[in-house]
């Protein structure tokens, strides 16, 4: 959330579920790996500002990426 809080903790396969799921806006979701393209792009419909990742798929986007 907004406060850096963690909200929940899943799988790689399960971020774009849990995101599409969430009753409250996720402020930042943290990835341990690559942000894929589907990802970041989800994310950023879904109204997410900042993805955490250790690499991120090659994508123009207005989430704010943050190397690990």
């Known amino acids: ?3 850096m ?17 969430s009753r409250k806006k996720d ?11 589907a990802v970041i ?6 109204g997410v500002k900042h993805i955490g990742a250790k690499n991120f798929a090659a994508v123009e986007t207005k989430v704010n990426l943050v190397g690990l």
């Open 1 to 3: 959330d907004s406060g």
């Open 27 to 37: 402020f930042a979701v943290i990835i341990d790996g690559t942000a894929t393209r």
């Open 5 to 21: 809080n963690v909200m929940r903790e899943v799988y790689s396969g399960e971020v774009l579920y849990s995101i599409e799921r």
């Open 41 to 46: 792009e989800f994310c950023e419909k879904a």
